[in-house]
């Protein structure tokens, strides 16, 4: 089986192209109208719930699947049809896929092996990718000798030995314990920065995906929702699918009110009523029906009247549960109106007893209005 992986370009404005893919598994569609563009030397996540394509995109994008209806380019050429094995990727799997009769040095040089490849380039190919992933002196080990986040790193090494001009990672931590999940999150970032390769990551781990990428792809029910950097992603969330998915957030349903040009007032059902910043895009038209997103750290709480904060959004309420979090509080607050607010606080203060009389506030710019 010959293997054929292309240089490394760097004069090229994307490393992958997909446009308006399909792909369709008997009558139902796993990913919809698909296109996606990543930069060479990005680190590109792609996040979302379970059953949302993630990984069929990946697979896609690796020559696993075959798209039913659009195309697949890497580098510039197009590779719809081209089988796996030819595609200038390799992938990293979340089970590792290690052979456990083999010792590290063999599982990294299988690959080349069957390439034929000359003794002393598979040598040194072998050392450098070994070397790469900080296992140098493991080479003799099998795998039932190595612990979780070293196989892991084994696994980089195989797929980083056959040069490949973007590397593929479905799920690579996620059979790793939280702080080795920690520690290799540090270990790919600094991976990547070293190699300047274009890292395409899976993953369904939010802080994972804001902490490791350059861009992330978030998608739902097979299509994207949002792409944009982390910042963007959290920050300004285009729909409420991706403001409640990424990270925490309360979400308030209502209808407009009023307007006075910068600012908007909905009423939710209950009554209450929110101020948010006007969205620039809107132009002359209001939409009817409004979603605020407010994240919990940006609400502020007080026993005592609040001083020097916004005069809207500034209600009082009652302190339903508190949870310990170690460097930071989060409260559960339940407003007059019956609506329950999530807030979370840096660890600084006593914590108020449960069924504490509190007031609330956030400026209208702290929210987030989305279309309902």
């Known amino acids: 089986m010959e293997q054929t992986l292309a240089a490394v370009r760097t004069d090229l404005a994307f490393d992958i192209e997909l446009q308006t893919v399909l792909k369709t598994f008997g009558d139902e569609a796993a990913v919809q109208d698909l296109t996606l563009q990543i930069r060479p030397g990005e680190f590109f996540s792609i996040l979302g719930p379970s059953g949302c394509g993630k990984t069929t995109t990946l697979r896609l994008i690796a020559g696993f699947e075959t798209p039913t209806a659009g195309s697949v380019c890497i580098q510039g050429q197009d590779m719809t049809q081209v089988p796996p094995y030819q595609r200038p990727v390799n992938t990293v799997f979340q089970s590792y896929a290690l052979f456990r009769h083999l010792n590290v040095w063999e599982n990294v040089a ?24 900080k296992l140098d002196g493991f080479a003799k080990r099998t795998p039932a000798q190595l612990s979780g986040g070293q196989q892991q790193r084994v696994a980089l090494a195989r797929a980083l030995v056959n040069r490949p001009a973007v590397l593929l990672l479905d799920e690579p931590l996620g059979a790793l314990d939280l702080k080795l999940r920690k520690e290799m999150q540090l270990e790919l970032a600094h991976l990547h920065r070293s190699l300047g390769l274009t890292f395409v990551m899976v993953t369904h781990d939010q802080e994972e995906a804001l902490s490791l990428s350059d861009r992330i792809a978030v998608m739902n029910q097979g299509r994207l929702e949002q792409m944009g950097t982390p910042s963007q992603i959290y920050e300004e969330p285009e729909t409420a699918f991706v403001a409640d998915f990424i990270g925490d957030t309360n979400l308030l349903r209502g209808r407009v009110s009023h307007s006075n040009g910068s600012t908007v007032q909905l009423v939710t059902e209950a009554g209450l009523p929110v101020w948010t910043d006007r969205r620039s895009e809107w132009n002359g038209t209001l939409p009817q029906k409004l979603v605020v997103s407010i994240r919990p750290e940006k609400i502020r709480v007080s026993q005592l009247e609040a001083a020097g904060h916004d005069a809207h959004n500034c209600y009082a309420g009652r302190l339903r549960q508190v949870m310990y979090l170690g460097p930071n509080i989060q409260f559960q607050i339940e407003l007059a109106t019956g609506e329950h607010l999530t807030v979370l606080q840096p660890n600084r203060a006593r914590l108020p007893a449960l069924d504490t009389e509190v007031q609330v506030s956030w400026s209208a710019g702290d929210g987030r209005a989305l279309v309902a």
């Open 110 to 133: 299988f690959g080349l092996k069957l390439q034929k490849l000359p003794r002393e380039e598979v040598r040194s190919r072998v050392a450098t990718a070994l070397e790469q992933v």
